[in-house]
């Protein structure tokens, strides 16, 4: 079994989670995401072990609120990014930065311009994981790939400048499922940073959650059904009131826009639907899409 230092509890828990979610979404017949890898991320870690990878193995099928519709959410929203990213570097940009890059395999699945160089940032168990079982699977990168021990709650940038990365070129930058964890002072310090980093053209794509301790957030049956399999999501939440990123970033200059993820369900024709009349944490969350000019 590979090194699971980091991934079997807190925040590294989720990143197992998301997995499993990208495996059963590669194998539904109208899959909007594919990842051949995420199954064995969940294998290989024994808290995870005995978690569904296809989906005949829910129990309840799309209506389980964990791996049904919290899956086809996380479906969808690796499709959402991997557009995203795949348009931005086809306008020009070669650099991808993967803030929190937790169990992500952007770099091994997906079809990259030439000259394009991904930066992995995440704890350092979490890498360490997640490499050794790529290894074990003799996986090869499709672009040029560099991970960045760090903690995103204090300086990484630095460690990211040193790694090679250029301040100049147009950057494409990704924060997915990351900003709901950390405290706001940490994210408008990381918000700052990007913007300090950004030169002309570049993009950024993030998620955020408004209302962590909304009731329709603590009273949700994907969180009530999350903590029975062993994951207690909203004690992870950070709780304090969240910052304004987006309109932060507007006032450094750059073209934001904001989305639920039922936007891009009636865009891409799958995915979670709203469920008025009952606790619906989904409805809380927006993924945020900027660009500097």
Known sequence: MADITGVEEGVGLTALMVAAARAIETHRHDTLAQDVYAEHFVRAAGASAGWPVRPQQVPDGEVDPLWGRLGRYFGLRTRVFDDFVLRRTGEGARQVVLLGAGLDTRAYRLDWPPGCRI???????????????????????????????????????????????????????????????????????????????????????????????????????????????????????????????????????????????????????????????????????????????
């Open 119 to 293: 930066f992995e940032i995440d704890q350092k168990g979490v890498l360490a994981f997640k490499d050794r079982v790529l290894d074990g699977l003799g996986a090869v990168p499709k672009t040029q790939r560099t991970t960045i021990a760090a903690d995103l709650r204090h300086d990484w940038t630095r460690a990211l400048t040193d790694a090679g990365f250029d301040p100049a070129a147009p950057t494409v930058w990704f924060a997915e499922g990351l900003l709901l964890y950390l405290p706001p002072a940490a994210e408008r310090a990381l918000i700052a940073a990007v913007d300090a980093l950004s030169a002309a053209g570049s993009a950024l794509a993030y998620e955020i959650k408004l209302s962590p301790e909304s009731t329709a957030v603590r009273e949700s049956p994907i969180y009530s059904v999350a903590k029975r399999t062993g994951i207690d999501l909203i004690a992870l939440f950070d709780r304090e009131p969240r910052p304004d990123s987006a309109t932060d970033l507007a006032t450094r200059g750059w073209r934001t826009s904001v989305h639920t993820a039922f936007d891009f369900t009636h865009r891409y024709g799958r995915g979670p639907l709203p469920e008025p009349g009952r606790p619906d944490a989904l409805a809380a969350n927006r993924w945020v899409f900027a660009t500097r000019p």
